[in-house]
């Protein structure tokens, strides 16, 4: 297969999932907190809109933005946590608050002009004293 057949077959699989992802009607970027209150948490993109399962479907594979895995006992990336019998606050309220403002710091620096449909940054289960925040 030469450079050009390459491109036109990988254009046309391409539209197929672009199809889709076009009928969002918004982006959330949400802050997924642990259950345990520990300080356990990962951040991923998702989209709203007709056929929720087809929208994230074609954005599965870039939709993590931060997930922290416990690999050899050791958290990967590293990420401080707590015990939440030994402190008088809500954690997950301080990880999503906390997150939220990472988040909203990184898409000030980005290239958004091409994104035209509201954009927010959602703590799960309504963690976070400063979420849901309107980014665009």
């Known amino acids: 297969m030469d450079e050009q057949a390459l491109e036109l077959q990988l254009s046309v699989e391409l539209e197929k999932h672009s199809r889709h992802a076009s009928k969002a009607i ?4 949400e802050i997924f907190t642990s259950q345990d209150g520990d300080g356990f948490f990962s951040i991923r ?5 007709p056929d929720l399962y087809v929208l994230n479907k074609a954005i599965d594979k870039v939709a993590d933005i931060f997930d922290p895995k416990y690999v050899d006992g050791e958290i990967t990336p590293y ?3 707590v015990d939440p019998f030994d402190i ?7 990880v999503v608050d906390s997150a939220a403002k990472w988040l909203s710091k990184l898409w000030g620096n980005l290239d958004v002009e091409k994104i035209s449909i509201p954009t927010f940054i959602i703590g799960h289960d309504e963690y976070g004293t400063t979420t849901p925040i309107q980014l665009k």
């Open 26 to 29: 918004q982006l959330n970027l």
């Open 45 to 49: 993109a998702n989209l709203e809109g």
């Open 79 to 81: 990420i401080p946590t």
């Open 88 to 94: 008088e606050y809500e954690a997950n309220d301080v």
